[in-house]
């Protein structure tokens, strides 16, 4: 039988879904931490190695469910080639938040500005998966209430921008259009797409799609649908720019 899709907010099913999916996919899911007395879950394909790694992560931000969801229905729909793809998951790295429709964790913290703090219990224990693991590609999945339609952010490195953000953005605008906001957050953006140079940080702290940039390398980037939009669509998008940012590493 095949995992049910994951819907708002019902960590209990999602939990439930992935590891049906994970049985039959061949993939390991454990929890690595508890954070607010619930479990992080950590999903591995038995061929991560030391190279070219894949990182996908969803549900940092609780109250952005169609992230989370939309990964899920990648996964879902890759079920009978996950195992070949070097993938390491957090599906849902903030699940009180999740619960509670929450960006925050249940102490008020962001959990997507604490990747400076080499002491906090997530980031230690991403960080000690990830020493011995090189990636080539890494995905935070995320949502925007402001948001007008999907956008990205990829690490500005200087010189040309990679084509492959442009191709991301491609993949799912017959679902929802782009956003065409000239500024974001105060940042420029240009086509949907906006590159953060990394000494103009947010000065709350460091976030986790910075935190990978810096320290393993490979191509970032930080997937973004618009809150207000109808759930479905949202969950359909994230699924189409995962899809086409794997797809283009690779796998
Ligand atoms: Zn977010």
Do not use: M, T
């Given at each position: 039988m095949s995992p049910e899709i994951i819907n708002f907010h019902n960590f209990k099913q999602a939990i439930r879904s992935w590891r049906n999916l994970c049985k039959q996919a061949g993939l390991s899911i454990r929890s690595v931490v508890e954070i607010d007395g619930m479990p992080v879950l950590e999903i591995r394909s038995p061929t991560l190695g030391a190279k070219k790694g894949v990182y996908i992560s969803a549900g940092i931000h609780g109250d952005e469910p169609a992230a989370v969801a939309g990964l899920f229905s990648w996964a879902n729909r890759k079920i009978a080639v996950l195992a070949n793809i070097p993938l390491l998951i957090y599906p849902c790295l903030n699940p009180w938040g999740f619960l509670n429709n929450s960006r925050t964790d249940k102490s008020g913290v962001d959990l997507n500005r604490i990747w400076g703090q080499a002491d906090h219990p997530l980031v230690q224990v991403v960080s000690k998966k990830l020493q011995s693991i090189e990636l080539c590609l890494s995905l935070n999945l995320h949502e925007?209430?402001?948001?007008?339609?999907?956008?990205?952010?990829?690490?500005?490195?200087?010189?040309?921008?990679?084509?492959?953000?442009?191709?991301?953005l491609s993949s799912a605008e017959s679902i929802i259009r782009r956003d065409c906001r000239k500024t974001i957050e105060g940042r420029k953006v240009k086509d949907g797409m906006i590159r953060p140079r990394l000494r103009n940080l947010p000065k709350e702290g460091k976030p986790e799609a910075v935190y990978l940039y810096e320290n393993k390398g490979g191509r970032n980037f930080t997937l973004e649908t618009p809150s207000e939009f109808a759930f479905h669509d949202r969950r359909s998008a994230h699924k189409l720019m995962i899809e086409c940012a794997v797809n283009a590493s690779g796998y």
């Open positions: 925007d209430y402001d948001g007008q339609g999907i956008y990205l952010y990829e690490p500005g490195r200087g010189g040309r921008p990679d084509s492959l953000a442009e191709k991301i």
